[in-house]
Nanobody, 127 residues
Framework: QVQLQESGPGLVKPSQTLSLTCTVS??????????WTWIRQPPGKDLEWMGS???????YNSPSLKSRTSISRDTSRNQFYLQLSSVTPEDTAVYYC???????????????????WGQGTRVTVSS
């Protein structure tokens, strides 16, 4: 069983950078076999793909967030990271990490295209 766990601050002030970590644990996986993805869901809205990091380390980002999003990984620690800069209250959401062996860019059905998900972490942007 593979488990993903998001971690990071639950409250971020406007204009600051939101930083989250996703730690993958459980049965042994080969990091290079997976795409690593961040997804969020603002209150009352649909899931939104933010971006992914590919098997070779290449990045795929949502055009709407590309200028503010940085996704990286440390395969030796089975962790990957999200940084979202210049946050506003509109960035308030539950943030999820997910991994999959395949990736469509952009994903068409977020609820079904990923093999494993974290439980999500709620981030509020407020002063």
């Amino acid at each position: 069983q593979v488990q993903l766990q998001e971690s990071g601050p639950g409250l971020v002030k406007p204009s600051q950078t939101l930083s989250l970590t996703c730690t993958v644990s459980g049965e042994s996986i080969t990091p290079s076999d997976y795409y690593w993805t961040w997804i969020r869901q603002p209150p009352g809205k649909d899931l939104e793909w933010m971006g992914s990091i590919g098997k070779e380390g290449s990045n795929y980002n949502s055009p709407s967030l590309k200028s503010r999003t940085s996704i990286s990984r440390d395969t030796s620690r089975n962790q990957f990271y999200l940084q979202l800069s210049s946050v506003t209250p509109e960035d308030t959401a539950v943030y999820y990490c997910a991994i999959s062996k395949r990736l469509r860019v952009p994903p068409r059905n977020l609820a079904s295209e990923f093999d494993y998900w974290g439980q999500g972490t709620r981030v509020t942007v407020s002063s």
